[in-house]
């Protein structure tokens, strides 16, 4: 089993729609993520969890709303999104950075989300 | 504004030769960079990392640069090979838990 893995791969949904994407991590790590890819921009940190507590919601917009019910595993619920809600959206883990030692995040191959 | 800048979106290299990456930020509170390397329909995958006190880490071809003085980082590959062909993400580790990333530039190793 890979590191991260983050199901489903593709999603299409409507605007009324209500969908969720999951991430599982086998790293043993101790803090999740969900970073925001959008075309020709920089990838944007969304939300932060260490040890399932919720560190940083980096001014998303509440259509947006994550579950981490573990360490290992991470949601993110969509519901009434926009077109341009349209990216990438990847899940990564790492050790927790709040102990002063820095350690690379780790990444899973995303979710590409269309909204019509 | 952004905070880590990737000016060039691409690169284009001869098998063999060196590829060189460059990345700029602005923040001087940045204390621990990286570089990400991603292939099509994969997520980013970690490469190599430099603590803001050291000025150059090395891992087999690859080599991370770092001038604080300048905020500039680099990141070398030598000798570079097609499989190494992908989008090189740069990025910087501002406050605990904020990874700042480059808009990525796409390097071609051509055989």
């Known amino acids: 089993e890979t590191g991260v893995t983050q199901t489903p791969r593709h999603l299409v949904m409507g605007m009324t729609n209500k969908k969720s994407l999951k991430c599982e991590q086998h790293?043993?790590?101790?803090?999740m993520y969900w970073y925001k890819q959008s075309a020709k921009k920089p990838l944007e940190l969304m939300f932060v969890y260490n040890f399932k507590e919720q560190t940083e919601n980096n001014s998303v917009p509440s259509r947006f709303s994550p579950e981490c019910p573990n360490s290992s595993h991470l949601f993110l619920h969509l519901h009434t999104l926009q077109p341009e809600d349209s990216a990438l959206y990847l899940c990564?883990?790492?050790?927790?950075?709040?102990?002063?030692?820095?350690?690379?995040?780790?990444f899973g191959n995303g979710t590409r989300l269309t909204v019509t | 504004d952004q905070q880590v800048k990737q000016n060039s979106p691409s690169l284009s290299v001869q098998e063999g030769r060196i590829s060189i990456l460059n990345c700029d930020y602005t923040?001087?509170?940045?204390?621990?960079f990286l570089w990400y390397k991603k292939y099509p329909a994969e997520g980013p995958t970690f490469l190599i990392s430099?603590?803001?006190?050291?000025d150059k880490n090395e891992d087999g071809r690859f080599t991370v640069f770092l001038n604080k003085s300048a905020k500039h980082l680099s990141l070398h590959i030598v000798p570079s090979q097609p499989g190494d062909s992908a989008v090189y993400f740069c990025a910087a580790f501002g406050g605990a838990n904020n990874l700042f990333f480059g808009t990525g530039t796409r390097l071609t190793v051509i055989p």
């Open positions: 990564a883990s790492s050790q927790d950075p709040r102990r002063g030692y820095r350690s690379p995040l780790h």
């Open positions: 430099i603590s803001s006190i050291k």
């Open positions: 790293l043993g790590h101790n803090a």
């Open positions: 923040n001087s509170m940045f204390d621990y």
